[in-house]
């Protein structure tokens, strides 16, 4: 018997690769949780649902085309993609299609929109664990929760992040699932904040870098506040090319400038408009004491690539590293604006 035609044999069956997006319960019109979505949005599907009742319901009828659950992808404006705007349940900004999300499949993760202490009860998140038993519940707060947030976590089982840390906690998580380390997602749902510091630390890549590691420039207001940036950035994995007491200089060279400006003023924003000016595709990182979203606005405004907040976490400052080391590459400027 002759062999078969390879051209007419069945192609190879290989199982596809799970698609990844999030689960958005609560609003997205206060200025903050707006900025956090739309960083998500940039990497990831997300669906949004007002409540958790409604995602259940809506996701147990196996549909997204209702009312309150659009996750479509629009052009980007050629407005001011920051400029405050009122914002109804549909009106979300850009991101990815929801023709590419199994609806069937759960989220990769679930995001509680907390604008304020006590937003969420113990009941909704019991709703949305029965529901996806084996998703992580996640808190995203606002500036207004920040007291509560470093109390400790007001709902058992329930991490709390800020809402400036998200997406790049997100970003390293999801890098660690690709890895295949369980990373700071793995940790099971009674482990303390301080558990999950240490297992951010032990993931780090170490001291040890390589000759090709992405050179960083530091600046700070403060010279202890220099050194505790630079002893976290050699975990993150990143090699110091220049320290700068101060503001940063408007000649640094390298594929990210760190600036810790603690509180940005006037001049401290002139001064970030000018560095960004002059190097348009240097990307910039600022690290605010309390981030707020007025502030934060005038920071993306002024040239800087991404805003985080204290206390640093390890977590957030390596996937923030990498999503703004991968911008260029992505077609992505300032503040992760398609250019």
């Keep these: 018997m002759p062999p078969p035609n390879p051209a007419s044999a069945p192609p190879a069956c290989s199982a596809p690769a799970p698609t990844r997006w999030l689960l958005w319960v609560g609003t997205t019109s206060e200025a903050e949780l707006s900025l956090a979505h739309t960083w998500l949005r940039e990497t990831l599907p997300v669906v949004v649902a007002e409540n958790p009742r409604q995602a259940c319901e809506r996701f147990a009828q196996g549909s997204a085309a209702h009312d309150g659950l659009r996750a479509d992808r629009a052009s980007t404006p050629s407005v001011d993609r920051w400029a405050p705007r009122k914002q109804s349940r549909d009106d979300f900004s850009p991101g990815y299609s929801a023709a590419g999300t199994p609806w069937n499949a759960a989220p990769t993760l679930i995001l509680l929109a907390s604008d304020r202490p006590g937003r969420w009860s113990l009941d909704d998140v019991i709703l949305l664990t029965s529901r996806w038993p084996l998703v992580p519940v996640i808190s ?31 970003g390293r998580w999801l890098a660690d699932l690709d890895t295949g380390r369980p990373g700071g997602l793995g940790l099971p749902t009674t482990a303390r904040r301080e558990e999950r ?16 590691s992405p050179s960083v420039v530091l600046a700070a207001r403060r010279l202890l506040d220099l050194e505790g940036l630079a002893e976290l950035l050699s975990l993150a994995g990143r090699r110091i090319q220049r320290r700068t007491e101060g503001r940063p200089p408007l ?8 600036w810790d400006a603690g509180r940005l003023d006037r001049e401290d924003l002139a001064w970030l408009q000018l ?63 398609h250019r």
């Design 140 to 170: 995203v707060g606002s500036s207004l929760c920040d007291g509560r947030r470093r109390s400790g976590p007001a709902l058992p089982g329930v991490e709390e992040i800020s809402w400036h840390d998200l997406a790049g906690r997100i």
């Design 275 to 337: 560095l960004s000016s002059n190097q348009p595709s240097l990307p910039i990182l600022v690290i605010e004491s309390f981030p707020r979203g007025d502030s934060t606005l005038a920071a993306l405004r002024a040239g800087a690539w991404a805003i985080l907040g204290r206390p640093l976490s390890l977590e957030a400052l390596m996937g923030t590293l990498v999503r703004l080391e991968n911008a260029p590459a992505s077609g992505l400027g300032p503040a992760g604006m």
């Design 197 to 212: 510091l240490l297992e951010s630390a032990l993931l780090a890549p170490g001291r040890t870098l390589p000759p090709e």
């Design 251 to 258: 000649e640094a060279t390298g594929s990210t400038v760190i």
